[in-house]
């Protein structure tokens, strides 16, 4: 029950944290507003590899890592969460401030050029070289992650967390393969924001405050 429940939360946090506004949201937006929704989706699963890479290292590494190192696990649970809280601030002030990055009207440089294997690729690429990505799924691994585990944890943890990462980014590459129903989420980006910056900050303060 335990592990059902860390497994519950963990993908609950990540789903926050995928919805959050960012370098990959813009990303997937880019490739599906100038190419077209099939290089959308090819971009969705690049970041949703991108995060699974993410989440075997939080699994594997940090897990053992702070176990063995406890002032370590103490130092992370500072830095991490005063981060997250950071973060969470960032992204509340940052509700009514425009969405789309400053170039994309004139980066024209892969319009109707670019394969899908590159779409792929430059998402996956963006993903995995995002240190807010990588700090995100470190501190939440390190709040929920149960002190010890079964097998069939990570067996039902790891396709939750890709399903949940692709998922996202394929409806986004969807959605704004339409030009309606990106608007109609522009519009509603400052609520979107202020909640997700709440939740952020809130995971933050719990991080530092966790007795684990």
């Known amino acids: 029950m335990e592990e059902l429940i860390a497994i519950a939360s963990i993908v609950g ?7 959050t506004p960012g370098p990959s949201f813009i990303v997937v937006a ?15 699963l690049g970041m949703g590899l ?16 702070f ?3 406890v002032w370590l696990y103490a130092a992370f649970k500072i830095i991490g969460g ?3 809280v950071y973060l969470g601030v960032k992204i509340w002030r940052s509700a009514k401030t425009a969405l789309v990055s400053p170039d994309e009207a004139t980066n024209d440089n892969t319009r109707g050029q670019q394969t899908l294997f590159r779409s792929f690729s430059y998402a996956f690429m963006t993903q995995i070289s995002n240190p807010k990505a990588a700090l995100i799924y470190s501190g939440v691994f390190a709040v929920f992650l149960p002190a010890e585990t079964s097998v069939w944890f990570p067996a039902l943890l790891l396709p939750a967390l890709l ?14 393969s339409v030009k309606a129903s990106r608007n109609v989420y522009l519009k509603s980006k400052s609520w979107i924001d202020r909640i997700a910056g709440g939740l952020m900050g809130a995971l933050g303060f719990k991080l530092m405050t966790s007795t684990r």
């Open 30 to 44: 880019q490739i599906s507003l100038s190419n077209s929704r099939a290089h959308g989706i090819s971009a969705a």
């Open 82 to 84: 005063l981060y997250l």
């Open 163 to 176: 399903f949940v990462e692709t998922g996202w980014y394929v409806l986004v590459a969807c959605a704004l």
């Open 50 to 65: 991108g995060a699974l890479v993410f989440a075997c290292l939080a699994l594997l590494g940090l897990h053992l890592i």
């Open 13 to 19: 946090v990540i789903i926050i944290g995928a919805m």
């Open 67 to 69: 176990t063995k190192v």
